[in-house]
């Protein structure tokens, strides 16, 4: 009868397998061992002689050689103790060093007292001394054979390109070894640049630091370098643009090594370098979170994300992950877009999952069916329409899904006792003068509302636009300069605010851990950053000639973004990047009074006037017609049957 594949695996080819293994392991484990033992050996030698003022007729040389067997027994057996020889690891780091350290700290007493016991084979004085010696010696063997290993691996200065790193710190020190351990590096780096006036004397592994940043133009030249790569993890966007500023008129190439919360605590490697990218140059920035309040909330939890095929849900679905949810549920009405997030998370994509679930906001039915099925803790809700130039054509389509969808998945959400709800909004909300603005404030005041109906947290978090996101300025310039351009640009002085959608999400996840009621909560982007200085940064890069375009403001738009209303404070209680600013609730029973077949007009004068209107607990003003218009019938039924509202 033919055995089970897995039957085979566990009987027989575990063996197999380990045996080679430990085979290969074995022998550079037993050098260790024995190059220590030698080292302890010779330690005794030396510190027998120097007792005896090197007078070799008064050693006890069978002693010596009983002593010394004796010795290197006791600091194998401390050595495996410690794992120094289990290959924990990699030979001559500081790690194995304080190993080391530990294993003489315990055999010399040891030897001390076996000794005493054989009789006095040696002097006491030149145990003592034979333990730090025998460190010295050891530890010594350990710095040459790295030294050794580390110039074979130095790759040759000929064909490589010859580098010029800036910064001095860990980063820069993780770059040096990256590129100096792989003989098929393509970077031989030839200098330092850094500005910190204590690092001048700094060198790492042979590289000296040989300036500040306003000497680059001279190290360049003098070294003969050809690229200057960036090599500070935590450099935030205007450091990235004052340094490739600098490299511009020498003619090098200019790279960047990723940012923390890319190497998410790994170590760089060459393969890591790359080009500057428009991301880095608009919207790097460091960000640290919370990681003990992140996990509370998140570690062992359901977790739903609604809009999860999108851009911010996706980056969701990848960060939420990585906390180690009981489950995380992916909604979305878009099946390509939850085929392609399964494959970033799994590699795998086969659409088999449970938890990737195909729904639309609009169908409270089918969101009541998710929400009984999968019972989730915590929602991030980023389902939206996002397009300004398009709501303002089709108000109605915001009023269906941004605002009636935001509803049902507020109630949904109550109904199924969710501890924490998320809500995505935008920097269109502060001061809002579009259907997107409009809509998306409205959907700021009805999580407001439900916060306080419900007994847990939900609140909203508005931030600006995302770099990398589908339908981002970067996508359109790039799609314009492929096709030969023109780049079209709105205004000379328009201006926005941007952040990578790694760090737009990172901050959406610190601040679902933020205790907050009734409040938006909204992320610091930095300074804003005029449009027309990217377009022409881009035809720059381009290698051609690309005409830049101004077009004029469309309907809706703003000159310059907000993200605080003039009636919000800047108000930081909890994280330094998160201000919270009170949101007037809005009772979401006036929605069904809202008829989206309205005329285009007559509908969204309404939506302005519940994102303007105060708080619903008394009478709201009627909505006033604009300059040389006039309230709508729809529009007068609506408030007529409003201010009967309690």
Known sequence: ??????????????????????????????????????????????????????????????????????????????????????????YGCFEEILALAKTAAVTTPLVFVLDTLLGRLVPRSAIIGAGLIGLVLAAGVRYAVRLLHDQRLRPSPEPGSRVVVMGAGEGATQVIRAMLRSPSSPYVPVALLDDDPTKRARQVMGVKVAGTRHAMAEVVRRFRADTVVIAIPSADASLIRSLTELAAPLNVDVKVVPRVVELFGRTVSVEDIRPVSHADLLGRREITIDLAAVSGYLQGRRVLVTGAGG????????????????????????????HAVQLSLDGRGMLDDRNLVVADIRDQQRLDEVFAEHRPHVVFHAAALKHLPLLEMHPSEALKTNIIGTYQILQTAIRHNVDRLVNISTDKAADPCSVLGYSKRITERLTAAADAAAPGTYTSVRFGNVLGSRGSVLTAFAAQVEAGGPITVTDPEVNRYFMTVQEAVRLVVQAGALESHGEVLVLDMGEPVRIADVARRIAASAGRHIQIV????????????????????????????????????????????????????????????LAESPALPGRIPAPQPRPGGRVGKRQAEFTMRLGRHP
């Open 1 to 90: 009868m033919r055995t089970h594949p897995a039957t085979d695996s566990a009987a027989g080819e575990w063996p197999s397998r380990a045996t080679p293994w430990f085979r290969a392991a074995l022998p550079g484990r037993a050098a260790r061992a024995g190059a220590d033992a030698l080292a302890l050996a010779t330690a005794l030698l030396i510190a027998t002689l120097l007792r005896h003022d090197g007078h070799l007729q008064w050693l006890n040389g069978p002693g010596l050689v009983e002593l010394a067997l004796v010795a290197a027994l006791v600091h194998t057996a401390a050595g495996i103790q410690f794992g120094l020889y289990t290959g924990r690891w990699s």
């Open 311 to 338: 851009s911010i849900g996706s980056e969701l679905c990848r960060q939420v992950a990585r906390f180690n949810p009981a489950s995380l549920v992916m909604l979305d009405r878009d099946e390509s877009g939850l």
């Open 550 to 609: 101004y077009t004029g403001l469309r309907p809706g738009e703003k000159l310059a973004e907000v993200l605080l209303g003039p009636d919000e404070p800047d108000h930081r209680p909890n994280h330094p990047l998160i201000s919270q600013a009170p949101v007037p609730p809005l009772d979401g029973a006036v929605l069904s009074l809202l008829d989206p077949s309205s005329p285009r007009e007559d509908l969204i004068a309404v939506l302005r006037w």
